[in-house]
């Protein structure tokens, strides 16, 4: 299948692109990653809202734009590509299974418009390490712990998932942030004794989960694309032996290979995400081939550029070590790449 963007999402794409580059360089991007405790900076989360790119797949009667799982895979590309902090995937996945449930316009025009953060509490935490991560909803309340929770020391609101139940809580909450390895990535672990609202069925999760997966792919094509530029600029300017380092076979064939890893996660998010916005039934098979494939390539090519820089790769003061955690945290959320394989295999029927 050829696949090519139409007029508007190619627009789309070049606005965000300069809009990003202009008001989240990366040397801002660090200070927020570094020195902000909440992961995010308030008012640059309400310039990006007042752009417009909260309400992306928002309903015109949320106050959205209506648009779908290409335009927002374009977004997530430059978003990664900036290596942009926040909480953005997250807020627009839980506004997407708001939109689900239905019945949620005025929280949902205040998620896109910036005044309320909401993510969503899984049932299944990525990394378990023997605690139990169960909830139970009786009597309108809902109690339980839940780990690895996105941005929960700082959201509004939480969408929780309980083995058959989703339920919106509202703060407080006792969150206690949980270490990790990146900065642009809040996770904390949160503890309910708390009333609740029964908004539908866990069965919501399937198709925003595949959303998820669209999503993470799209970021994880930015991070590799901009790492291998990165790594393109340094091996033509670096020097050895009186020629460019980028002169030598044994660095081209890397490269190559950065490329094609590159130009295929590329096919594969692009594909996932026209399954998803058409609702083609290869939809459950592409989003997890997309997502299992996504995750293994840019952790390929984020290392390789490391490597490719030499001793200067691995010194904080290079850029590229904030696109390889961010890679590593992508490949573990919004499903591993085992769990998408599993779900691959489901999906094509094995």
Partial sequence: ????????QALLRQSTRDFLSSEWPLERARK?????PRGYEPADWQRFAEMGYLGLILPPNAGGQGLGAIELAIVLEEVGRACMPGPYLDVVLAAAVLVAAGGHDALLKDIGAGKKLVTVA?????????????????GGRVGGTKYFVPFAAQVDALIVATPDQLCLVQKPFAAIEMPTIDPAQRFAEVKLDNPATAIGSTSLLAAIDRLAAVGASAMLLGLMSRALEMTLEYT???QTFKRPIGSFQALQHRLADMLLKTESTRSAVYRAAWCHATGDSDAPLACAAAKAYAGDAARLVCGEAIQMHGGIGFTWELDLHFYFKRAKTLEQFYGS??????????????
């Avoid at 299948?1 to 508007?8: A, G, I, T, Y």
């Avoid at 927020?32 to 902000?36: G, R, S």
């Fill in 1 to 8: 299948m050829k696949f090519e963007l139409s007029e508007d």
């Fill in 32 to 36: 927020v990653m570094e020195h902000e």
């Fill in 122 to 138: 899984r049932e299944d935490a990525p990394f378990r390490s023997g605690k139990a991560t169960a909830t139970r909803f009786e």
């Fill in 236 to 238: 033509q300017t670096r």
């Fill in 337 to 350: 790449t085992e769990v998408q394989l599993e779900q691959a295999l489901t999906a094509a029927g094995f």
